[in-house]
């Protein structure tokens, strides 16, 4: 049973990740780490599933442990992917036991000198994050009180993961919108520029820009914000100065 | 960096179901949405990126068109505060004796029939993304509904925005946004002249091209489109 105080600080420490800016990789380990120190287990892992659903290693407390969660992935099965999949607990206490239930994964773990495991659904609603894995090296997978302390873990890494794939996702879009609205003031304002140096109207002084951007292999936006700004003025005129009409 | 201003889940809630209600996937249901939820005579949506006021998504009627048109003829006005303070700017009565700011846009405003000007911005996490604007006839403050309602749906306002976008896809610009850049084209093009002519910024430019709009009283895209055909100089050309 954890000390109630360590249980508390571990619960504010990742609470307080949620609100500041943080690395998710970072915050895996942080919570694997955690996990072993407030529950009765050796190791823990956390695998997160991918945009396909498909589960990825993220974390974990000891190399032995890697080593296993790797095994896992690569067979397919074992603890992390029923809790994923059924998106339950799922708990075995005995080496016979997890070769009956998981025939390829057992002999792995039993290698790594882990007896029982546990796994946790990461979750929240609809949404299926991935799993945490918690394995002894005795005998006995977590009781009932140490399964809640699991779970209430696993629900604070998820929100943790949600929010910031959500900022991320903010992020990218915004990224989006201002690059598509930006570029085309910048060629806008491009060809207000070379009109005015060429004594020409913006259309034609548009078909120069296009030539130019083609010719030296330049994305549009590109050549736009460099006659803007001035750094591909001298190149400009010199590839364009001869086609100017004479005024 | 916690958001002093954020709107509370239930009434985001509320507020996203009366969007949904009402959208007819255009931002024209976005700005009549906002003025109905937030109950006020007009509302406008403005996106503002990296400093840059990049123009009007929506504007709820025609008086909300003509005002935000004086906000971005001028560069100032509520919704380029609210973005740079990134905090509600409440205005209850623009002829009040102790409203200094934006001299240019208050009279512009009051001109017009708008009595009292309320800016809050957009923010997508921590990111400002524009303003949303509100407008009544009357002066007066908005109540505590309003007020809360207001940032619920300037909230609502940024996701709507960033949906649009998100079915858009990268390298496109969203079918709702494209007015955006076409309205404003020749402004553009007009500060791209000018900072030629004056061997300025195009940014300096900018400011050039509104001051002698308001100076004329004449809109800006009529100067701008002087400027582009070579009616109007600033300065002396370069010699060639």
């Excluded at chain 1, 873990?153 to 915004?174: C, F, S």
């Excluded at chain 1, 130019?212 to 100065?241: K, M, P």
């Excluded at chain 2, 809630?13 to 006020?40: I, K, P, Q, W």
């Excluded at chain 2, 610009?173 to 007015?179: S, V």
Aim: glycine share 8%.
């Amino acid at each position: 049973m954890p000390h109630q105080q360590r249980l508390v600080e571990t619960l504010v420490e990742l609470a307080d990740t949620l609100v500041a800016e943080y690395d998710v990789i970072d915050f895996m380990q942080t919570l694997a780490e955690r996990s072993v120190e407030l529950v009765d287990v050796s190791a823990a892992g956390i695998m997160l599933a991918d945009g396909a659903g498909r589960l990825h290693h993220a974390a974990c407390s000891s190399e032995q442990m890697r080593l296993v969660e790797l095994f896992e992935l690569q067979v397919e099965q074992g603890p992390c992917f029923d809790a994923f999949r059924e998106e339950r607990a799922v708990r075995s206490d005995t080496p016979d036991d997890a070769a009956r239930r998981w025939p390829e994964f057992a002999p792995q773990a039993r290698e790594g000198g882990f007896a029982a495991v546990t796994a946790v659904p990461l979750r929240l609603r609809q949404d299926g994050v991935g799993a945490l894995n918690l394995f002894s090296t005795a005998d006995g997978a977590l009781d009932d009180e140490d399964l809640q302390i699991a779970q209430a873990l696993a629900d604070i890494a998820t929100i943790g993961i949600l929010q910031a794939r959500l900022i991320r996702d903010q992020n990218v879009l915004t990224n989006q919108l201002e690059t598509a609205l930006s570029s085309r003031v910048g060629i806008e304002q491009a060809k207000g520029v070379v009109a005015e140096r060429n004594t020409i109207d913006v259309d034609e002084a548009f078909v120069l820009i296009r030539r130019f951007a083609r010719n030296t292999n330049r994305l549009l936006s590109e050549t736009a914000t460099g006659i803007v700004d001035g750094s591909l003025t001298d190149q400009f005129l010199a590839e364009t100065g001869s086609d100017t009409p004479a005024s | 960096m916690a958001n002093p201003h954020a709107p509370d889940p239930e009434r985001v809630a509320r507020v996203t179901s009366a969007f949904t209600a009402n959208a007819d996937g255009s931002e024209h249901s976005l700005c009549a949405s906002s003025a109905d939820v937030a109950a006020v005579d007009g509302a406008g949506v403005v996106l503002i990126l990296h400093g840059r006021a990049l123009g009007t998504v929506c504007s709820s009627n025609a008086i909300v068109e003509a005002v935000e048109e004086v906000q971005y003829s001028l560069g100032e006005g509520p919704c380029l505060e609210a973005f740079a303070t990134r905090a509600p700017v409440l205005i209850p009565d623009l002829a009040a004796r102790d409203v200094v700011r934006w001299p240019g846009f208050r009279d512009g405003a009051l001109a017009i029939g708008v009595r009292a000007a309320f800016g809050f911005p957009i923010l997508v996490g921590s990111v400002c993304i524009g303003a949303l604007s509100l407008y009544q006839r009357q002066s007066g403050p908005l109540n505590d509904e309003q007020f809360a309602d207001a940032l619920a749906v300037a909230h609502v306002t940024g996701r709507t925005v960033l949906d649009w976008q998100s079915i858009a896809g990268d390298g496109s610009l969203a079918r709702q946004l494209e007015h955006l850049p076409a309205n404003r084209a020749v402004v553009h093009q007009a500060t791209g002249k000018i900072s030629v002519q004056t061997s300025e910024s195009v940014d300096d430019a900018l400011a050039l091209l509104r001051a002698y709009a308001f100076s004329s009283n004449r809109p800006i895209n009529d100067v701008a489109a002087d400027v582009v055909r070579g009616a109007l100089l600033f300065g002396a050309r370069p010699p060639r």
